[in-house]
């Protein structure tokens, strides 16, 4: 299995506009996602934008007149959550602004590496409103109450290399976009290379003590553990160790 780069989607070269997340740029990115998952030879995915930004928030032209009313009846936004329903691991690539709407499609994604100068920032609150894309919860999560609250109340900026610290961001890297692309294509085709069963159930359960308290989620970890006995690539793995040799997946 190898990994992939979804970079050059149409809406995402959007250059002039800083990438702004429309809702055509989400059909577009929805289908991309939704064609690699179904691939059953794509075993990572990388998600990136450019040197300037990985995106710099919602359309704010776009959703500017926007009335209480169609945000409520069309469920605005609600088609940003396709990419948690994945399996397939996604690798944000995040350098220059990754602000708004764009901090929060990183952190949908499983893993963020980002270059040391990217610029994080829920800004919500300068604009008269506030995270509506998970910003609220999934920051909170990842930093802790005090430090979100923070971001989130005064609309800071947040460098790269602060959100490495404070665990946000996995790596952070020197450079720009295509040495932060390198380093996750390389963590990409690393998890790639593994069993597909076990790369889909690990996933499952690191995303499940998110939702669960630490007694429920261990146990639940232990059945999915047992579960992977049931597989062919369990009993190829641990042959293999024994062996001295490297397992050769049947993604089963
Ligand atoms: C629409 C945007 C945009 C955005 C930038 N642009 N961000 N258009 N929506 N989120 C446009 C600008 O209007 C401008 O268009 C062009 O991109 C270049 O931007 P500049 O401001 O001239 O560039 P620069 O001075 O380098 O400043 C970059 C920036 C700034 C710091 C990123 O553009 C900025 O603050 N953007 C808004 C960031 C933001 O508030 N994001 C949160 C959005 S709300 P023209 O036509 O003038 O050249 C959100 C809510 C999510 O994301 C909740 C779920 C929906």
Not at 25 to 42: G, R, T, W
Not at 154 to 169: F, H, P
Not at 203 to 209: A, D, G, W
Request: aromatic share 6%; proline share 2%.
């Amino acid at each position: 299995m190898s990994a992939v780069v979804l970079r050059n989607l149409r809406c995402l070269e959007s250059p002039k506009a800083l990438n702004a997340l429309s809702s055509a740029l989400f059909v577009e990115l929805n289908e991309a996602l939704k064609e690699c998952e179904e691939d059953s030879e794509i075993g990572a995915i990388v998600l990136t934008g450019s040197d300037k930004a990985f995106a710099a928030g919602a359309d704010i032209k776009e959703m500017a007149s926007l009335t209480f009313a169609e945000a409520y009846s069309k469920n605005f936004i609600a088609s940003w959550s396709f990419m948690s329903s994945l399996r397939t691991p996604v690798i944000a690539a995040v350098s220059g602004h990754a602000l708004g709407g764009g901090c929060e499609l990183a952190m949908m994604c499983d893993i963020i590496y980002a270059t040391k100068t990217a610029n994080f920032g829920q800004p919500e609150i300068k604009l008269g409103t506030i995270p509506g894309a998970g910003g609220s919860q999934r920051l909170t999560k990842a930093i802790g109450k005090s430090k979100a609250m923070e971001l989130i109340l005064t609309g800071n900026n947040y460098s790269g290399e602060q959100a490495e610290k404070d665990g946000l961001v996995a790596k952070a890297v020197e450079g720009g976009n295509k040495e932060v692309v390198d380093q996750a294509l390389a963590t990409a085709a690393k998890i790639a290379s593994y069993s597909r069963v076990a790369v889909v159930a690990a996933k499952e359960v690191v995303n499940k003590s998110q939702d669960l308290g630490i007694r429920e989620g261990v146990e639940y970890e232990r059945r999915i553990f047992h579960a992977l006995f049931g597989s062919q690539d369990q009993k190829i793995g641990m042959k293999a160790f024994a062996e001295k040799k490297k397992a050769e997946w049947s993604h089963s």
